[in-house]
């Protein structure tokens, strides 16, 4: 039987082959493992493998699982890494270390103010639709330095980097192109803002593509946790 820990290990092993493939250091990736719709039983699992990052898409079920995993597991990171209606960002904004999915300035203004006092900022990633589906959601690239000099502005909120959900396919040059376009935009936030450091691309099926891109944080699920039942239908 394959266990959560032996699966963890196994990403650990990709991230290092791929990171050696294309001479960078393994240290320089981080990997968050996606625990969405997975019960708490098998965050404490990765968590006792010595795992601390861990991404949640859903607020709720974010909330639910932070709370209740408080004591048990105290040095957990937590990454909201869903999509964020304003209603819903006072939870993220008292409960999560990071969020990934920032594109619109009325998220960041209320995600800063909601911030609780003693709390050291939240980190944000800016998401990029980089195919500019209209489905997706995500800034243009055009778009990501207006949103960035927000950010900027808010002192409860650190802007970390960009975040990017690619268009789902298997044709490889599609994929390496996205990644390339993404790792070209987060060398031109960098520019700008120097202490811009994490380039959130990467998942259980294209994570060896993304660290060949530049790719310092990989978000796995599957690979880790095994296939979803999907919530909603
Ligand atoms: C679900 C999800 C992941 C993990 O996907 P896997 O294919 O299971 O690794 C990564 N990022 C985001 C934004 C997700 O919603």
């Given at each position: 039987m394959t266990t959560i820990a032996d699966r963890l290990i196994n990403a650990q092993y990709r991230i290092a082959q791929a990171a050696q493939s294309s001479s960078r250091h393994a240290d320089d990736i981080q990997l968050l493992a996606v625990s969405k719709t997975k019960p708490h039983t098998d965050i404490i699992a990765a968590y006792i493998a010595g795992q601390r990052h861990f991404g949640e898409n859903?607020?709720?079920?974010?909330?639910?699982?932070?709370?209740?995993?408080?004591?048990?597991?105290?040095?957990?990171?937590?990454?909201?890494?869903?999509?964020?209606?304003?209603?819903?960002?006072?939870?993220?904004?008292?409960?999560?270390?990071?969020?990934?999915?920032l594109s619109r300035d009325k998220i960041a203004l209320r995600l800063n103010d909601q911030r609780p006092n003693g709390l050291v900022p939240l980190n944000v990633c800016i998401q990029i639709n980089i195919s500019k589906e209209p489905s997706k959601s995500g800034v243009t690239a055009d778009d990501m330095l207006a949103l960035a000099e927000v950010i900027n502005l808010l002192p409860n909120l650190t802007l970390r980097g960009l975040m990017a959900i690619p268009t789902a396919t298997s044709e490889v040059t599609q994929q390496q192109a996205e990644f390339k376009q993404l790792h070209h935009l987060y060398l031109q936030l960098q520019q700008v803002y120097p202490d811009v450091d994490t380039l959130s691309m990467g998942m259980s099926n294209d994570l060896e593509q993304a660290v060949a891109h530049g790719s310092t944080m990989v978000r796995i699920g599957s690979a880790i946790f095994g296939q979803r039942v999907p919530l909603h239908i």
């Amino acid at each position: 039987m394959t266990t959560i820990a032996d699966r963890l290990i196994n990403a650990q092993y990709r991230i290092a082959q791929a990171a050696q493939s294309s001479s960078r250091h393994a240290d320089d990736i981080q990997l968050l493992a996606v625990s969405k719709t997975k019960p708490h039983t098998d965050i404490i699992a990765a968590y006792i493998a010595g795992q601390r990052h861990f991404g949640e898409n859903y607020v709720q079920e974010g909330e639910a699982k932070v709370t209740a995993l408080k004591s048990s597991c105290p040095n957990i990171v937590w990454h909201f890494i869903g999509p964020l209606q304003s209603n819903k960002t006072k939870i993220v904004a008292s409960l999560f270390d990071w969020m990934h999915t920032l594109s619109r300035d009325k998220i960041a203004l209320r995600l800063n103010d909601q911030r609780p006092n003693g709390l050291v900022p939240l980190n944000v990633c800016i998401q990029i639709n980089i195919s500019k589906e209209p489905s997706k959601s995500g800034v243009t690239a055009d778009d990501m330095l207006a949103l960035a000099e927000v950010i900027n502005l808010l002192p409860n909120l650190t802007l970390r980097g960009l975040m990017a959900i690619p268009t789902a396919t298997s044709e490889v040059t599609q994929q390496q192109a996205e990644f390339k376009q993404l790792h070209h935009l987060y060398l031109q936030l960098q520019q700008v803002y120097p202490d811009v450091d994490t380039l959130s691309m990467g998942m259980s099926n294209d994570l060896e593509q993304a660290v060949a891109h530049g790719s310092t944080m990989v978000r796995i699920g599957s690979a880790i946790f095994g296939q979803r039942v999907p919530l909603h239908i």
